[in-house]
């Protein structure tokens, strides 16, 4: 019925202050902010122009730019990959040739696979591309640099000569994503003038003289790790959104187990429902404070570059690469999960899910393929583990790596199911599980020798020990925020339920990773799970109350399975009759095509 609230029995279990919840979730206005921002992106992608003018402009050319793309006067794509390479950020192979008749570099596409592709926004609606191209002067090449190239007419829109622009097509099923004109762009000779290359980091004078950046180069990628850092606080929106959805709808679906009348078992009771649910709620948690994590490591890595101290820019690329990759798996596969575990329901567009699935999931991709990031996770670690031996002390999120030799000795002291509560038991079993496959690794690539070949031969290992570590800095960031003052009655023990299923969650899931490294034995292996069950069932009375905290809008989450009231089945069977095919009782084409195959005669009992 309208106006009741289905799920009050649920929301009256509560154990905790939501309002407390509401706000350790919402965390920093700015988070807000982004998300809105984000929604506006899908549509269009002017958030990745901006910072990279900010990041690579000099002030004088600042002072010229963004105020035309702050007021929206020039709308801008980031147009970096290309047909033939996208990941290869060096490999691209656009060209921008400086003429020293006349002042300017000539853009150009010199095959097909340097055409442009995927950039968003670039298909119908940039007026102006940040074109990243290879510098060539003299016919010397200095690499990928930035060029900011005017695509259309700001008077008619149309195209500028020298350019040809489309979009590259329908996307992922019918997806939102398809709102967005990722485009492709070739160059035929298309002149801009030289103070149109973005000069922060390097630059050509006038005489066609190329000064190198007197900064790490990577600060050219800058905008990268920028986006990569926000879209690790995205994954935290996709998957509570989608695991809002599913535990409220758990909550209302009831199958089997009616006895004598009785209603049937709510299959969020089952504890498979649960086994597969819960861990999904506790990383959406996970990943928002990482992600508040990450953001506050990116702010302080952004002031000490301002000091030109570039002494955390390593750690920092490593991180947001890492994080970017295993929180946008987590997410994915994790929506997935939600719309299985609504069942059939759960597969009409009516549920939010389908949607939400098909815009999520390529952020798998952009900004980084997962295991292309993964992999630079896996170079750092490595050069962290062979600069031991100068003495290098690793800090921040490697410093565990400084204590190798020990994390080496470690067997976890674990006798009863509940030492898996504690903290420190969990983080040194996670730092000697990433430790030992880290050094091994080193250990197997010290045994080639070419570094290289030992690499590209290890990289599956090695992509596997940079999951561990970002695993662990995950683990490590929820219990650092549960250190925090968090007021409320029974916020903090809740958040304590939550962290703890997070990282035996992955334990289990991860238990082979921990036995072949001898970090715990198979007994302690078994006390974990024992205690994730018993975890489910504290979580289970707080269920509803952890996604309302979320504090979605039935809007926002666009889902009859997910309404705040739980009145699912009317709701559903009304959404359904909202399609165009219901319109009719008798449905197109039946006429022409179906009823004649039904007239026909029957000859000797066969059609
Ligand atoms: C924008 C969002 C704003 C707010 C919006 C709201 C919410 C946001 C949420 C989500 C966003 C939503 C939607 C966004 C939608 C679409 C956006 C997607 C747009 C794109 O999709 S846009 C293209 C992205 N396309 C890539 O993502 C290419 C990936 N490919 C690379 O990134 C490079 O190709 C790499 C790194 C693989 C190889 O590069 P390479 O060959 O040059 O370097 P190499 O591996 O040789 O390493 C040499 C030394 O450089 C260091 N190093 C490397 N990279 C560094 C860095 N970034 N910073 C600092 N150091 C770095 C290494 O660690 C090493 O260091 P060392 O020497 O010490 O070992
Ligand atoms: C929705 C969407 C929006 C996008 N928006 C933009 C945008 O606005 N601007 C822009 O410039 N680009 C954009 N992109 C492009 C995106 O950044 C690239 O697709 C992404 O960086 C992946 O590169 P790729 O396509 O070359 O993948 P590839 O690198 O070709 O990946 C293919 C496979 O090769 C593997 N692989 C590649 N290199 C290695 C390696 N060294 N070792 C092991 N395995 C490897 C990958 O893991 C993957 O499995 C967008 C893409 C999508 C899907």
């Not at 009785?262 to 649960?274: G, L, N």
């Amino acid at each position: 019925m309208e106006g009741v609230d289905h799920l009050a029995h649920e929301r009256n279990k509560a154990q905790f202050d939501v309002a407390v919840m509401k706000a350790v979730w919402a965390g920093s206005r700015d988070a807000y902010e982004l998300f809105h921002r984000f929604s506006r992106l899908v549509a269009n992608d002017p958030e990745m122009f901006i910072p990279a003018i900010k990041a690579q402009a000099t002030e004088e050319q600042q002072k010229q730019w963004l105020p035309l793309a702050n007021k929206m006067k020039i709308i801008g794509s980031y147009t970096q990959t290309e047909l033939g390479h996208g990941s290869n950020v060096r490999g691209l192979e656009t060209t921008a040739t400086f003429d020293p008749k006349t002042d300017e570099f000539v853009l150009n596409s010199p095959t097909l696979t340097a055409t442009k592709w995927w950039p968003g926004g670039l298909g119908k609606i940039a007026t102006h591309a940040l074109a990243h191209a290879r510098l060539i002067i003299d016919d010397k090449d200095y690499g990928v640099h930035g060029f900011l190239v005017q695509l259309r007419s700001l008077d008619d829109h149309l195209t500028l000569p020298g350019i040809t622009i489309g979009d590259i097509g329908m996307k992922y099923g019918s997806g939102a994503y398809n709102t967005m004109d990722n485009g492709s762009l070739i160059f035929d000779h298309v002149r801009i003038p030289r103070n149109q290359m973005l000069m922060r980091l390097s630059q050509v004078t006038r005489e066609g003289k190329y000064v190198p950046s007197n900064v790490p180069r990577q600060l050219s990628y800058g905008t990268m790790v920028y986006v990569r850092q926000k879209i690790v606080f995205d994954a935290s929106i996709a998957l509570s959104r989608a695991v809002c959805i599913s535990t409220r709808y758990s909550a209302v679906r009831r199958q089997f187990g009616s006895h004598n009348g009785s209603p049937e078992t709510q299959v969020i009771d089952y504890k498979t429902q649960q086994a597969r649910l819960f861990p999904l709620l506790a990383s959406a948690y996970a990943i928002r404070f990482v992600s508040e994590w990450l953001n506050s490591f990116y702010k302080d890595l952004l002031q000490r570059l301002e000091a030109k101290d570039f002494s955390t820019l390593p750690e920092a690329h490593a991180c947001t690469a890492g994080l970017k990759s295993i929180t946008t798996s987590v997410a994915a596969d994790g929506i997935e999960e939600c719309r299985k575990l609504c069942g059939g329901h759960g597969y009409l567009t009516s549920s939010g899910l389908p949607e939400l699935s098909a815009v999520y999931i390529p952020a798998c991709t952009y900004e980084g393929d997962n295991v292309v990031m993964l992999l630079q996770v896996a170079r750092y670690l490595m050069k962290t583990i062979s600069q031991l031996k100068s003495g290098n002390k690793p800090v921040g999120t490697t410093a565990y790596l400084g204590r190798a030799e020990q994390l080496m000795q470690y067997h976890s002291d674990v006798l009863r199911a509940e030492d898996w509560l504690k903290p420190n038991v969990v983080v040194e079993a996670f730092e000697a599980r990433a430790a030992r496959m880290s050094m091994a690794c080193a250990q197997n690539l010290s045994k080639f020798n070419n570094p290289e070949d030992g690499f590209q031969e290890l990289s599956a290992d090695l992509v596997e020990a940079a999951t561990a570590h970002c695993q662990l800095i995950i683990v490590s960031k929820f219990i650092e925020k549960l250190q925090q003052d968090i007021p409320g009655k029974g916020v903090k023990e809740q958040l304590g339920v939550l962290r703890s299923i997070y990282a035996l969650f992955l334990l289990h899931k991860h238990i082979g990773d921990f036995l072949s490294t001898d970090c715990i034995t198979p007994k302690q292996g078994y006390l974990a799970n024992e205690q994730l069950r018993s975890l489910y069932s504290q979580v289970r009375p707080n269920a509803i109350a952890l996604v309302d905290a979320f504090n979605y809008t039935d809007h926002f989450l666009s889902s009859v399975l997910g309404r705040y009231d739980g009145n699912v089945y009317p709701k559903l069977y009304e959404e359904a009759w909202k399609d165009p095919l219901n319109d009719t009782s008798i449905p197109d084409g039946f006429h022409e095509y179906v009823q004649p195959m039904l007239k026909q005669p029957l000859h000797h009992g066969r059609l």
